[in-house]
């Protein structure tokens, strides 16, 4: 579930460079979390924001389905903030100043929400209202196979019926009872409200109606933004678009990517914008990016690749700042479960323990990563902290270096060791001690590993994860491919339509990560019919266990499923590389980041003046 | 000359319908699934079935290849799955500022290269002469990301004199020079890797014209060696180059991927680049035409240029 999103699309590999924020304070205060602010608050200014290798292209909250750009989403979100705003400060909860309502009611057994809107205005002046949100809801409902963002099952197919009693209320009975903390911060964080009194009709010079209440013509509707939202020409002209609910209105947009925000002076919530404008530019790569950063001229905010944080220190004598967060997601080598020959291997578990007992991701995140990552001790990151790591993963998971270890489970079950060689099965069956099913004599412990191309600190993390493997006799051939190229190969299958399907042509994979959203669910990585579940793990165990964080309302429930999920490795876990952040020194606000509100709010950073 | 010009002309059309149907087999080979690459890892099944419909790729390869070029033939490139908007309209974009970027770098490798290779054509055989090719040579032979970079290095990171990149957001030719200090390095760093070859074709060409009777009919006649430079050895030994310009005008259309990369410039480089990466068969099929027609214009204009500026090539055909 958390992957399927937009902020997925940026996941990949895409550094956009706007996380960031925290609530504004006054001169010389704490800023959000904690970071002390020197010097005199200056109201205006202009900060400009590097945008690398992608730029929006759509700007309807509700993006198609067929577009997949994850840069949308930092366009957007500025202008219509989601129900639920994700992140407060660094924390990983939603942020109560920020959200759209004032207080989520869960009822009969968490099977029905009420939700009390904040009464706040749209820019033109107008409340917004619960027909914002029933707008919203039509036409997601009639359109829903047609939303980016929509998952199998989820809002608003999940939805019995929508009430709203009053103006500022709104009531949603649910098909099923769900976990309070995963929708609401997995799906009520998806869902913007969108101004029904501008925006419900058919055409650029039709009239304002109640189109959206009939199937025909919410799905006309529909088409009209769609069609709109594509128009890049437009976006900062069309009048549709100039009608927001959040601290930013759009001033200037090009189709090269380059765009500018100013504050929306009607803007309700508690961060007036104190800069004048904003200004993202966007870059062809991350070279050019560095080196304008480097030139110390025209950016303010940036994101540092990955290959260049060793330039870190130049940075600061030009006058920046850095920050770094852990991206909110979860890196891994992906096994195929259905390989020929090398799925018999890998559906093991004793095989794939000591895998990644020869795995030293304490030596990766220092030498390929600068230090700058999370240590990937299991499929939660340590930066959601005491709600969702668990004791377990926090003391380092289960399954840290040791090639001792992985050499005496791999001799326990009936493999010769050759450290520095390739490990052959020598009792193949499927008692306790012997290879496993369908192993057989003389099966050499190899793999290919296939992993995305034009990543040096990649590049080095998966030389170690090859070097380290052979302490334990375990042969990796690396292979690297372009990004699209190995997604495209990657086939689509999951734990359930995998036998059937082709998705055979590669055996060990690594693309980068899988983002989540405030709740670090497995749901739509490891469950059988996942979507994301690529490499078709499948145990009904770990199905309960989902099931139970996504639908049940036990607070024990998640750590079951996270230490389960940690041990049962349906993926080998790696070292998730942070997001490096520069900023000009006298930019304050910037700190502590918050990687979970679509990284852009802009609305808590000002500048400052030294004083004397 | 005319049936000459028709014949040539018909070859063209002929390479352009080739090229048009190589490249639609070449990116249709490539591995993978199109929808995949484009909507990523998590698109369901639904979607990609959505997907392949709304673009066509759930046809057979003969019928998109026959939609393709009807919709070619009516000026339609198709919509870039990555960008979400018209082929036509991102090549449209990019090529008239590649042209001024490629064109302003040609210019200067011109102004360079021909009086260098008349230099080198008077002192041939010297150590002048080995010096300056010595140069140009190494120049050349210097992969331009590394000339790029230690420009950069030294000029916009060290001195602070030139912008390093482009400003973000330029979508006019008029935008190109917002900032004017931002053109100095790509222009030169092109410029460089073209000098050499305009000055070695220079050079041999006016080696050649040198040893020709009426060079020293015009040194019997008195001229002054300024005037035999200029107005007799310059404008016959001068040919060559115009068959290389017009050989250079796939260049100017194919734009500098590296150059492109570097100084954060958009152009056709860059977008051929990055469709071919993501799979994005529009951009890609539509970038490889206007570069295939673009070739065949190039060499049919040296061509005619070539026998329109010497008799004795007008004559023979």
Same mark, same amino acid.
């Given at each position: 579930m958390p992957t399927k999103r937009k902020l997925a699309a940026v996941?990949? +590999?895409?550094?956009?460079?706007?996380l960031v924020a925290a609530c504004a304070a006054g001169n010389g205060g704490k800023v959000g979390g904690g970071s002390v602010v020197k010097g005199q608050k200056i109201k205006g200014g202009t900060v400009t924001i590097a945008e690398v290798a992608g730029s929006p292209?759509?700007?309807?909250?509700?993006?198609?389905?067929?577009?997949?750009?994850?840069f949308n989403i930092y366009l957007d979100l500025g202008l219509w903030p989601s129900l639920t705003y994700s992140g407060d400060g660094a924390k990983s909860v939603p942020n109560p100043q920020e959200n759209l309502y004032s207080k989520l009611t869960y009822s009969d057994n968490d099977k029905v929400i009420t939700i009390d809107l904040k009464p706040w205005k749209w820019s033109d002046g107008v409340p917004i209202t619960s027909r914002d949100f029933t707008f919203v809801y039509n036409l997601l409902k009639w359109n829903y196979n047609d939303w980016f963002d929509y998952v199998q099952g989820l809002f608003p197919v999940d939805v019995a019926k929508v009430l709203t009693?009053?103006?500022h209320t709104v009531v949603l009975d649910l098909t099923r009872s769900y976990n309070p903390t995963f929708y609401t911060d997995n799906v009520l964080a998806t869902i913007p409200l969108l101004p029904q009194h501008a925006w419900?009709?058919?055409?650029?010079?039709g009239k304002v109606s109640?189109?959206?209440?009939?199937k025909a013509g919410a799905k006309a509707v529909w088409n009209f933004l769609q069609a709109q939202g594509s128009d890049m020409g437009t976006?900062?002209?069309?009048?549709?678009?100039?009608?927001?609910?959040?601290?930013w209105k759009l001033a200037a947009f090009q189709s090269s990517g380059y765009y500018a925000w100013v504050p929306n002076? $009607?803007?309700?919530?508690p961060d007036k914008p104190v800069l004048n404008k904003v200004i993202w530019t966007p870059f062809t790569t991350d070279t050019s990016e560095m080196d304008t950063l480097r030139s110390g001229t025209s950016l303010d905010v940036a994101s540092v690749p990955l290959n260049d944080v060793r330039q870190i220190p130049a940075l600061k004598a030009e006058g920046y700042s850095v920050a770094q967060v852990p991206t909110p997601g979860v890196a891994e080598i992906l096994p195929?479960?259905?390989?020929?020959?090398a799925g018999l291997l890998l559906r093991q578990l004793y095989i794939r323990q000591a895998m990644e007992y020869l795995i030293n991701r304490k030596q990766i995140v220092q030498k390929a990563f600068a230090g700058y990552?999370?240590?990937?001790? +299991?499929?939660?990151?340590? /930066?959601?902290?005491?709600? *969702?790591?668990s004791p377990l993963e926090k003391a &380092?998971?289960?399954?840290?270096?040791d090639p001792a270890k992985a050499k005496a489970l791999l001799a326990a079950h009936g493999w010769k060791v050759v450290p520095g060689g390739t490990d052959t099965c020598v009792k193949p069956g499927t008692a306790a001690d012997e290879c496993g099913a369908g192993i057989t004599s003389g099966e050499p412990l190899t793999f290919q590993l296939l992993f995305a191309s034009g990543t040096e600190s990649y590049d080095e993390q998966n030389a170690a994860f090859q070097s380290t493997e052979s302490l334990g006799g375990v042969k990796i051939t690396l292979k690297s491919e372009p990004f699209n190229t190995l997604v495209s190969t990657?086939?689509? %299958?999951?734990?359930?339509s995998h036998p059937a399907?082709? %998705?055979?042509?590669?055996q060990l994979e690594q693309y980068g990560y899988n983002t989540y959203l405030?709740?670090?669910? #497995?749901a739509g990585q490891f469950?059988?019919?996942?979507? &994301?579940n690529y490499g078709g793990y499948s145990t009904p165990e770990m199905n309960k266990l989902i099931d139970a964080t996504e639908y049940?309302?036990?607070?024990s429930a998640f750590f079951a499923y996270e230490d389960y999920a940690a041990r049962q490795l349906p993926l080998l876990w790696l070292p998730n590389a942070s997001i490096v952040f520069v900023y000009k020194? $006298?930019?304050?606000?910037?700190?502590?980041?918050?990687?979970?509100?679509?990284?852009?709010?802009?609305?808590?950073w000002y500048y400052t003046k030294p004083t004397s | 000359m005319t049936w000459y010009i028709v014949r040539r002309i018909g070859q063209s059309v002929a390479v352009v319908i080739g090229v048009m149907i190589l490249t639609f087999i070449l990116v249709h080979l490539e591995p993978g699934s199109t929808a995949r690459a484009v909507l990523? /890892?998590?698109?369901t099944p639904a979607r990609v079935a959505l997907f392949n419909n709304t673009y066509g790729l759930n046809r057979p390869l003969p019928v998109q290849f026959w939609l393709y070029c009807d919709h070619v033939l009516h000026g339609n490139f198709g919509i870039s799955y990555?960008? #979400?908007?018209?082929v036509s309209t991102l090549i449209a974009q990019r090529l008239p500022r590649d042209a001024v970027l490629i064109g302003m770098s040609t210019l200067l490798a011109l102004i360079i290269g021909i009086p260098m290779g008349l230099y080198q054509a008077i002192h041939h055989g010297t150590v002048r002469d080995d010096i300056v090719a010595g140069t140009w040579f190494t120049l050349y032979s210097a992969p331009d990301f590394m000339e790029a970079l230690l420009l950069i290095a030294i *000029?916009?990171?060290? *001195?602070?004199?030139?912008?390093p990149a482009f400003p973000g #957001?330029?979508?006019?030719?008029?935008? /190109?020079?917002?900032?004017?200090?931002? /053109?100095v390095l790509p222009v030169v760093v092109l410029a460089i890797n073209s000098v050499a070859g305009f000055s070695q074709y220079m050079r041999s060409s006016a080696i050649e014209e040198l040893a020709q009777d009426y060079m020293r009919t015009a040194r019997a006649k008195g001229l002054s060696e300024r005037m035999i430079m200029w107005r007799h050895l310059l404008r016959n030994a001068v040919l060559p180059i115009i068959t290389i310009l017009g050989l250079s005008l796939p260049n100017i259309v194919a734009g500098a991927v590296i150059a492109e990369a570097i100084f954060n410039f958009p152009g056709m480089g860059l977008l051929f680049w990055q469709s071919a990466l993501s799979h994005d068969f529009p951009v890609m099929l539509g970038a490889t035409l206007i570069i295939g027609v673009a070739t065949v214009v190039g060499n049919l204009a040296a061509d005619i240029a070539y026998g329109v500026l010497d008799p004795r090539i007008r004559h023979a055909v």
């Open positions: 996941a990949a +590999g895409i550094a956009l460079t706007t292209n759509d700007i309807m909250p509700l993006g198609p389905s067929t577009n997949s750009n994850g009693p009053n103006a419900d009709k058919t055409s650029a010079s109640n189109y959206d209440e009939t976006f900062a002209t069309n009048p549709l678009w100039q009608v927001v609910d959040g601290p002076k $009607n803007y309700s919530g195929n479960f259905y390989a020929p020959v990552a999370d240590p990937g001790n +299991g499929p939660v990151p340590v /930066l959601y902290g005491k709600q *969702f790591d &380092g998971g289960p399954y840290q270096y990657t086939g689509t %299958c999951n734990g359930q399907a082709t %998705c055979d042509d590669w405030m709740d670090p669910t #497995g469950n059988t019919d996942a979507n &994301g049940g309302s036990s607070s020194s $006298n930019l304050a606000g910037v700190t502590p980041l918050n990687p979970f509100s679509g990284l852009v709010n802009p609305e808590v | 990523g /890892l998590k698109a990555s960008a #979400g908007q018209p *000029f916009s990171v060290h *001195f602070h004199l030139f912008q #957001g330029i979508t006019s030719v008029g935008g /190109l020079f917002t900032d004017p200090s931002a /053109l």
